[in-house]
């Protein structure tokens, strides 16, 4: 598209850009041993400490000199002002004529919210009523399923925004579950999904939560009709499905469509995002499993790091500091991906959800203004529970020739009774950082073979590969204890980080234009395999492979 914005400067031609290119011509030569003993104290200086979370961010290739320069950079980007349009309710979603309000699903002060000159805190106050009076029916047993049990199970179907938050956040609060009901989670249109959940399960005890944003959705949709299928094969009369099933969505239309009551829907609107959703009517499958009051801690939590967001200077502000650090190693050093690493069994979902929030919201290549960006935007986010990468990754992430930077996510205070094991995990986590950082040099690496009982015959051989140059940068963040709170903290974090990057990046973080075209190939190629003749028309690779299938499956032989 042409360049229809002459008036934003291309993030590279920026003043604060061109003075960290020159700094880091400088820094990159450095290492944080270097730093470290040169300012033993550093953490002091690069830790931020906010209600139970900690982010110490002093094992970063920076000097005293690089975080006044990137903030400089955010606030040329016009962080600021672009934070302060996101939390009024501005249309900053602008390729899709959006506010940005998931903000305002746990604004717990209640200001006024205004979007197209309606406060939209009421609604959200019904609906949380809405959820909480449900809820409380199905956790104490008085909705009854159609035989006049007690719900036992409860299955969110949904993919997406509609499941990777909730299912994340369920499994971050296990030991706030009620203890007669469980939640399964069904994503997945592969069949062998739905099956393997539902055989566990009594119609008569489950209740089925269908979300979906658009309710269009046709994983979603084929899996909540196999869903009402294998219900009505024992409850038979269809008037029992309102028992039995709910529907969390934006589109009324749709979810009468499938049959659900409107009395049974929960609503939310469009200017929530699906990946920024779980603080809305999509978190119900998490009210049904902790209770109202327990979400409202987690809304509490949330909206406690908006206020710091907004209002911390941005040299002490915790999302600006992770997402401009994120921006050093992205832009400057060229690093493409980027490591989560939670040391908590009950967060082991988290960057699964993270990749989701980070890359459909900054895995773009061109400006909101429609120009083709000539710098690097979202990296890659991946990474999987601490100690078991540790057994699996880390060796490329210690000793490759890739750049990964990434965060330890560490919980202080442990839930289980297991305070040994806890203490070898944080061991663990820490050991990480350190080794990541320190590295150990040749001389190091030689003096710790011969204190060992190693046969020292083979050192020639080996001790090239022991060598540890070190210099990988990490954060750490601590959280005091895994609660709903603080896991609301958290989460915000994170999506302030991805926003505040999108804005120097200049992006829309709002839309996901990228996942259409795949979505309407499907619908073509599935008509494609039901017919009667052979498929000519994709290209030859797609057309073999459909032709192949549908040899094997044996359909379409003339
Ligand atoms: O909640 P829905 O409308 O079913 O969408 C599910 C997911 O699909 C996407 O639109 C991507 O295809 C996500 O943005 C969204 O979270």
Redesign the pocket.
Known sequence: MANTNKEKPSLTTLPAYKKLQKHFAQVSQLHMRRLFSVDPQRVNKYSIEYNGLFLDYSKNRISHETIPLLCELAKEADLESWRERMFSGEKINNTEGRAVLHTALRNRTNTPIMVDGEDIMPMINSTIDKMDAFSEKVRKGSWKGYTGKKITNIVNV?????DLGPKMVYEALTPYHHKRLSVNFISNVDGAHIDQSLEKLNPETTLFVI???????QE?LTNAHVAREWFLQSAVDEAHISKHFVAVSTNREGVIKFGIDPENMFEFWDWV???Y?LWSAIGLSVVLAVGMKKFKKMLSGAHSMDQHFREAPLEQNMPVILAMLGIWYNNFFEAESYGIFPYDHYLRSLTMYLE?ADM?SNGKSVDRDGRKVDYATGPIIWGMSGINGQHAFYQSIHQGTKMIPSDFIVSMLTHSTHQDQHNIMFANALAQTEALMRGRNFDETLADIKASDADLGDIEKRIHHMVFEGNHPTNTILIRKLTPRTLGMLLALYEHKIFVQGIVWNLNSFD?WG?ELG?QLTKTILEDIDQPYEVRSHDGSTNTLINYYRDVIGVGTE
């Open positions: 949904g993919i997406g925004g509609s979300s979906s944003k658009t309710f269009t959705t979603t995002g699906g990946r959703s989701q459909e996901q996942v979505k």
